[in-house]
């Protein structure tokens, strides 16, 4: 968490290193040495995941189709839809 604000809404980090603004209500708090280790685990669950079939939302029209993910850089969430 970067700063709360008079709301109690906070500025949050997330493991992807986007920012965001959210509610109190919609954060947990935790360490910074859990949290590390919780960002390591979910980036080594998405290389797992390169070059493997996936089901994506194609954002253009909603919809949920199958995929693939054949982008080698992590945290793109690029996919190729077939």
Avoid: P, W
């Avoid at 970067?2 to 959210?22: A, H, L, N, P």
């Avoid at 998405?46 to 982008?71: I, K, M, P, T, W």
Wanted: net charge negative; hydrophobic share 30%.
């Amino acid at each position: 968490m970067d700063e709360v604000f008079d709301d109690y809404s906070c500025s949050v980090k997330f493991y992807d290193g986007t920012r965001s603004i959210v509610e109190r209500e919609d954060v947990f708090l935790t360490d910074e040495d859990t949290y590390h280790r919780d960002v390591e685990y979910i980036h080594k669950c998405e290389e797992e995941l390169v070059n493997q079939a996936v089901v994506a939302r194609d954002n253009s029209s909603g919809v949920y189709r199958l995929g693939n993910n054949n982008n080698n850089k992590l945290l793109s969430r690029l996919y190729s839809m077939y």
